[in-house]
């Protein structure tokens, strides 16, 4: 099968699952009781990303490496299931160095990317979640086999430190330099 040229139609396939049930069982329940408690409080939770595909990542992180100047379009290596051809090429069949990086940068774009693209994020192994996390007011929160506790301090969402000691009583821990990203591991 002929591979497809690089852009923006790919940004819409191999997409990130938003559901804890895409993440391995460990995990998943670790989440679910989180989330289970934070909603029991009053606290509303918005998942954005579980687990990332692995082809997905791929995609992101050469088009990302591509766009910087990083590789030229034809030292990109192969990925199995993604048939993309990062080399464009001219009438004559001569690289089109410029159309290559262009088609990488528009999938950079499309992909809203920030931050490099990591080969070996825990959302490839369903081990990590994004969220936003937000509170009015006390939030009475249960941690895990323990009574209630009170939380008064600012801010009021996520990047909340005493949330996070409750988050590692669940097993799920906060990336503190990553405001949405909680993982097994805190990576
Ligand atoms: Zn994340």
């Not at 192969?78 to 528009?106: L, Y």
């Not at 506790?149 to 821990?173: F, Q």
Request: charged share 20%.
């Amino acid at each position: 099968m002929a591979k497809e040229l690089s852009g923006i139609v790919w940004v819409d396939r191999f997409p990130t699952s938003n559901e804890t049930s895409s993440l391995v069982p460990d995990f998943r329940d670790s989440c679910d009781d989180f989330i289970g408690a934070l909603e029991d409080a009053g606290a509303d939770v918005k998942i954005n990303a579980t687990l990332r595909p692995p082809e997905r990542a791929y995609l992101m992180h050469w088009s990302f490496v591509l766009n910087n100047g990083e590789v030229e379009p034809d030292d990109v290596p192969p990925h199995d299931g993604v048939d993309i051809e990062w080399v464009h090429r001219k009438a004559s069949g001569a690289p089109d160095v410029a159309a290559s990086r262009a088609a990488a940068a528009a999938m950079v774009h499309g992909y809203g990317i920030v931050h490099r693209p990591s080969l070996t994020s825990l959302h490839i192994f369903g081990k990590a979640i994004d969220m936003t996390i937000g509170w009015d007011g006390t939030l009475q929160i249960k941690p895990k086999n323990k009574p209630k506790k009170s939380i008064n301090s600012d801010p009021r969402s996520g990047l909340n430190h005493e949330l996070w000691g409750v988050g590692a009583t669940y097993g799920v821990l906060k990336l503190p330099s990553d405001p949405p990203h909680w993982s097994s591991t805190g990576h």
